[in-house]
């Protein structure tokens, strides 16, 4: 691996493994956990929005998987 691509993999990782667990321990404890939850699987939507930051090609595969997990979060809304 290149030096830059071996500092965004350390930078993934950190973040992948410890932030974001830490962080989602952190709103289970403190916050509603339905909200908490359904916020944490938001994340297919952040991830096109970095995909569209680092200059990638989002293609329409992507675009409906991201759709499809969020029609399935809603899903925990309807009566």
Not at 55 to 73: D, E, K, N, Y
């Amino acid at each position: 691996l290149s030096q830059p691509a071996f500092i965004w993999l350390l930078a993934a990782i950190f973040v992948g493994t410890f932030l974001a667990l830490w962080l989602q321990q952190i709103a289970l404890k403190y916050a509603n956990p339905a909200v908490a939850q359904t916020l944490i699987a938001t994340s297919p939507l952040f991830m096109l929005l970095i995909y569209l930051f680092k200059g990638r090609r989002v293609t329409r595969q992507s675009v409906f998987g991201t759709l499809a997990a969020i029609i399935g979060i809603s899903l925990f809304f309807v009566q």
